[in-house]
């Protein structure tokens, strides 16, 4: 199923006619003008005080000209269009509504009506990958040679374009300077409500001394948001501890976090000192916390109450002075069923704080992968940039890996790629962790499509199977027990 095309612009004095340059003619302004030389499903009309008349009568000749395209007129009350920050936050707020109405539409962003300011915005936003669109502008037909259309295209990926980068989180003015100066410092990317809401939280947690438990999938950030609670508290002078109870045999775990004696056990040479230990003062994060034998997390939970540990072949006890964090990716309900979490422990950690997959955060795909990209090319020198199809393309992808997965496939395609410009075809997909994961799956919900999901998951596979193949079609439908002309149909379907 082909994805639903949606235009955005402001409407300006040139809307819905303008001039012709023929003395007593007008022409179709920048808004007709583009509806009528592309297809569009939605139209979102950007209007401000000045302009209420002129969107209400640039809305009727679209629907005049087209009565299947659903069009909306979107209120900017600005007082001042020549105002960067208020057409910014105008723009950022609208479109946090569109993407959520619309997940996976293609947009395009009409630069040609409104302000030069408003222009300004527009292409800030679509270059920086803000605002994932691709940017149309239209000319008056006395500059049109003959066979031309008056639309075209602005190719970000030129090398003559600047580079334009989103900020890490955009600035709030409710919110004081040291949580967005940290954030910057950390290298903390993402603006999405869900994400931001959480890490908030951790950051007014961050204060108190009590232990938290960060749940969350796999690559989400949970290391993020533990070394974040730690430098905004006032251990952040002090060591920041990070111990991943996975990567230690349960016979040796015990040892490393509360340290032993020597002679405690076999190989005991000299006594040693624990993780616990090592933090004094600070903090310690505990990644992985469900992989902890629950011996060991009786002896946790002991030290957490208490302050209190005992090494390994010790008879005494230690006190210890270390602000707690722990994380897991489990399902904590099941984990305590099966008895691989103790309910006690669970319940020992005072806040929980909920870091959302990817993929419920998707606004923030672009602004991530330009900030893995940046980074890349500034540690390796290079130019590489994301063309506007490849930012598309890691939207639409399920990420199952979540921000780590992307991060390396950024990496990845960047390191691969032969020339400057990354398109979708340059992107190097995790397929065994992309096909093996049920976890990538969409949850169902309120205006899921399920038909159109299953029909781009049968364009990609087919398009995998074309490269595979060669271009091949007779091979490629062989390779997924379809026939030639099915692919050939979807090939024709998607041009």
């Known amino acids: 199923m082909q994805r639903p095309k949606v235009l955005l612009s402001f409407t300006g004095f040139h809307d819905p006619f303008t001039e012709s340059s023929i003395a007593g003619e007008k022409e179709t302004g920048p808004v007709l003008t583009v509806a009528s030389e592309r297809q569009f499903d939605r139209v979102y009309l950007f209007s401000t005080p000045n302009t209420a008349e002129i969107s209400a009568q640039t809305k009727d000749e679209l629907q005049k000209r087209n009565r299947s395209l659903a069009v909306e007129i979107c209120e900017a009350p600005l007082n001042d269009p020549t105002n960067y920050l208020g057409i910014l936050k105008h723009l950022r707020r609208h479109f946090k509504v569109f993407s959520k109405e619309n997940p996976d539409a293609e947009y395009f962003i009409c630069v040609s009506s409104g302000t030069p300011h408003m222009h300004a915005s527009w292409l800030m936003l679509a270059a920086s990958g803000e605002i994932p669109a691709r940017i149309l502008q239209t ?11 008056r639309v075209t295209e602005i190719d970000f990926t030129n090398p003559q374009f600047p580079q334009i980068r989103p900020f890490g989180l955009l600035p709030d003015e409710d919110e004081a300077g040291d949580f967005q100066s940290l954030c910057a410092e950390l290298g903390i990317v993402g603006d999405h409500e869900l994400f931001l809401r959480e890490l908030k939280t951790a950051f007014k947690m961050a204060e108190y001394d009590s232990p938290i438990l960060l749940l969350g999938e796999t690559g989400a950030g949970k290391e993020v948001y533990a070394r974040l609670i730690h430098r905004a508290s006032k251990r952040a002078s ?5 111990v991943n109870c996975a990567a230690f045999a349960q016979a040796l775990i015990e040892s490393q976090l509360f340290g032993h004696r020597r002679g405690a056990f076999t190989g005991a040479d000299r006594d040693q000192k624990g993780f616990f230990e090592e933090a004094d003062g600070g903090t310690l994060f505990l990644d992985e916390l469900g992989e902890m034998p629950m011996p060991c997390q009786a002896k946790l939970l002991r030290t957490i ?3 209190k540990i005992q ?12 602000r707690v964090i722990a994380a897991t990716n489990a399902d904590v309900k099941c984990a305590i069923e099966e008895k691989t979490l103790r309910k006690d422990l669970y319940y020992r950690f005072e806040a929980k704080i909920n870091i959302p997959p990817l993929r419920d955060r998707h606004n923030d795909i672009p602004k991530l992968a330009h900030h893995f990209l940046d980074c890349w090319n500034q540690k390796h020198q290079k130019q590489r940039r994301l063309s506007q199809e490849a930012i598309i393309a890691l939207m639409k992808h399920p990420w199952p890996g979540n921000v780590r997965e992307l991060e390396a496939v950024v990496v990845r395609s960047a390191q691969l790629c032969t020339g400057k410009v990354i398109e979708p075809e340059n992107l190097l ?3 065994v962790l992309t096909a093996s994961s049920l976890d990538a799956l969409p949850e169902p919900q309120a205006g899921f499509d399920l038909n159109e999901f299953l029909s781009t998951v049968r ?6 199977a074309m490269k595979k193949s060669d271009g091949n079609r007779t091979k490629a439908g062989n390779l997924l027990s379809i026939s ?7 090939l024709r379907y998607r041009k």
């Not at 090494?311 to 270390?322: C, K, M, P, Q, T």
């Open 139 to 149: 000319r008056a037909a006395k500059f049109v040679r003959e066979g031309e259309g």
């Open 311 to 322: 090494r390994l072949g010790d008879s005494r006890e230690a006190n210890v002075n270390v």
């Open 429 to 431: 997909f995790d397929e």
């Open 305 to 307: 109450q208490y302050g």
């Open 238 to 242: 002090k060591p920041f501890i990070t």
């Open 459 to 464: 364009g990609r596979l087919i398009d995998k």
């Open 484 to 490: 030639p002309q099915a692919v050939s149909q979807y």
